[in-house]
C-alpha cells in the first residue's frame, strides 16, 4: 500500500450572532472532525467599532462574530485550547488588536504563547481593492502589517503573520494574471517594508513564515495551471529578489477558499457542483497543493449557511481526502505539455503585469491603478455572461427547473435574530461598566505615544486589551494617530469604450433627461459598514456608460450622509446596494429620512442578498425596487432606473 501524504487542513469560515454562539458551532465543527477554525467576524469589528457605534446599527453579528473585548474573544474560545490548535482569523485593519486579544486569551488559559500556530490575514492593500474593510491610509497600514510580523518572529515563530490574500481580488474580477501580480505584488511591498524591522539572518526565516490565501473558481484547469505559477513565481521571487536559498523558506504556503462569486441563487442546489470542482483546482496538482482549504456552503448566495450546510461541505473535504487515493500519487501534472505551456503563459503575463507596478513604485503607490483595472476586467466578465458568451448554468442557459426541496420550510438559511444587536450592546455596556477605567485610560494613552512614535504597536495593544479596553478605543487611537482613509472606487466619470450594444439605453436616457431639463442624476450609495462594492460599482460604472450623470463616493456611508447627497445632486433616482444583510433596519432609516426631507418622489432601488420575505418588507417602505443575484441582466435595470426617472412615471 502507497505511503499517503497527510491531507491539508479541514476549515469552514464560521462565527455569527454572539460569541458564545459562534463557540458552541466552533466546538461543534471541531467534534465532526474539522482539523483547523477559521473565524469570520462581524463588520464593527473588522473595520474598529464597538456594537454600540451609529455605523454598527443592523451590522453586529450578521456576517461574522462581534469582538469588542478581552471578554468577548474569552467566550469565542471558551474550552478551545489554544495551545493545540490552528487558528485562521480573517482580519485585516484591526489584526494588530484581535491577535493581541488572542494571545491576551492563550496566556489566560496558561498557553505557551511561543507555542501559538494560526494566520491573522492582516492584508490592507487587497481592502483598498475589493473588500474594503480598511481604517487608515496605506503606508501607516502596511506598518502596522510589519509590526505584526516582526512582533511574531521574537514571541510567536509558529504564526503566520500575514496572509496575501487574493482571494477578493478575483472576486472583485481579477483576471488570473492580475490576480498572480496584484497578490504577489502585496507581499513584495510588505517584505520590503519588514526587512527594515527585523535582523538580516532572520528575514529570509520571516519570507518563509508570509503565507497566501487564494480564491479557486470554476475554470479548475485554468485554476490549477494559476495555482502552479504562484508557487514558481513565488520561488522565483525569494530566490532573485531576496536572496533566499533554503528552499523551505521559499514555499509557496497557501490556504483557500473556493469562489463564493460563481455560487448562484438560481438553482442554488448547482452549487454543490461548483464547489467541488473548484477544490480539484487546488488539490489534484500536489506540488501545488493547498496547506489549508475551506469551502462555501451550496446556499450562501442565499443567506448565512446553517450548521449542517456547513458540515455538508466538511464531508466533501472528508471524502476527497480519506475515501479517494489522491494522495497516495506525486503529482499528476508534471510534463503535461498543456499544462506546462498555459503555467508559462500565465507566468509571463503576471511578470508583465508585475513590471508595471513595478514603474509605479509598487503596490502602496499604484492602488488606485490596480482598483481601475478590476472595476475594467468585473464589468467585461459580466458582459461576457450577459451575452451568453460565458454559460451560467440556470442563470443564462437552462433557466427552467423543478424546485429545490433544499429551500424549503426555512428558506435553506440560517437568520440571526435581531434581538442579538441589542444584548451585545448591554454586554458591552456591563464590560465598560466594570472594568477598571483609569487602566484603560492609562493602556490607550501609552498605544498612542507608541504609534506617534513609530514603535511597535503590537506590546502596548496586548497591555490595551488586558486592561479592558474595547475594539472602538483601539481603532479610534489609530484613526486620530494616521487619520481615516476613503478608497478609490474604480469608477470615474468618463464613460468607457464599453458602449456597444447600449445604444438604445443611450437614446432613451437622452429622452427622459430632455423631460427632466437636465442629465438624469443616478445617486449609488453603500449604506452600513459593507465593504463589497462590486455590485454598486458595476452598476454606476454602467449607468455612466449609458448617459447618467451618477455620484459614487464608494463605501460605508450613512443614511444620513446618503441623503444629504440626494439632496445636494438633486438626485432623480437613488440605488443603495447591500451585502451584509442589514438591509432592513438601514434601508428603513433611510426611507424615513427620504420622507422627511420631501424626497418621498424620489424612487429607490436596492440590490443585495434579499430573501424574498424581506423584500416584500422592502417594498412596503417605499422602496421601488429590489434586485438580488438573480438580476444579472445589467441593461434591464438601467431601463428600470430610466422608466422611474420619467416626470409622466412618477406622476401616475
Partial sequence: MPAKDRPWLFRTYAGHSTAAASNALYRNNLAKGQTGLSVAFDLPTQTGYDSDHVLSRGEVGKVGVPVCHLGDMRALFDGIPLEQMNTSMTINATAPWLLSLYIAVAEEQGADVSKLQGTVQNDLVKEYLSRGTYICPPKPSLAMITDVAAYTREHLPKWNPMNVCSYHLQEAGATPQQELAFALATAIAVLDDLKTKVPEEAFPAMVGRISFFVNAGIRFVTEMCKMRAFTELWDEICRERYGVEDEKFRRFRYGVQVNSLGLTEQQPENNVYRILIEMLAVTLSKNARARAVQLPAWNEALGLPRPWDQQWSLRMQQIMAYETDLLEYGDLFDGNPAVSAKVEALKDGARAELETLDGMGGAIAAIDYMKSRLVESNAARINRIEAEETIVVGVNRWQQGEPSPLTAGDGGIMVVDPAVEQEQIDRLNAWRAERDEAAVQDALAQLKADAKAGKNIMEASIAAAKAGATTGEWAGVMRAVH????????????????????????????????????????????????????????????????????????????????????????????????????????????????????????????????????????????????????????????????TLATPAEKAA
Fill in 483 to 642: 487619520g481615516e482613509y476613503r478608497g478609490p472606487t474604480g469608477v470615474s466619470r468618463s464613460p468607457s469604450n464599453q458602449t456597444e450594444g447600449l445604444d438604445d439605453i443611450r437614446e432613451a436616457v437622452d429622452a427622459v433627461s430632455s423631460q427632466l431639463g437636465r442629465r438624469l442624476k443616478f445617486l449609488v450609495g453603500k449604506p452600513g459598514l459593507d465593504g463589497h462594492s462590486n455590485g454598486a460599482e458595476q452598476i454606476a460604472f454602467r449607468a455612466r456608460d449609458c448617459g447618467m450623470d451618477i455620484t459614487y463616493d464608494g463605501i460605508r456611508l450613512t443614511p444620513e450622509q446618503i441623503v444629504a447627497k440626494a439632496i445636494e445632486d438633486e438626485a432623480h433616482v437613488v440605488g443603495l446596494s447591500i451585502l451584509s444583510g442589514s438591509h432592513m433596519p438601514l434601508i428603513e432609516e433611510l426611507m424615513e429620512r427620504m420622507r422627511a426631507a420631501g424626497l418621498d418622489h424620489v424612487p429607490v432601488v436596492v440590490g443585495g442578498i434579499i430573501p424574498d420575505e424581506d423584500a416584500k418588507k422592502l417594498l412596503s417602505f417605499g422602496v421601488a425596487r429590489v434586485y438580488t443575484p438573480k438580476d444579472f441582466e445589467l441593461n434591464r435595470i438601467m431601463m428600470d432606473i430610466v
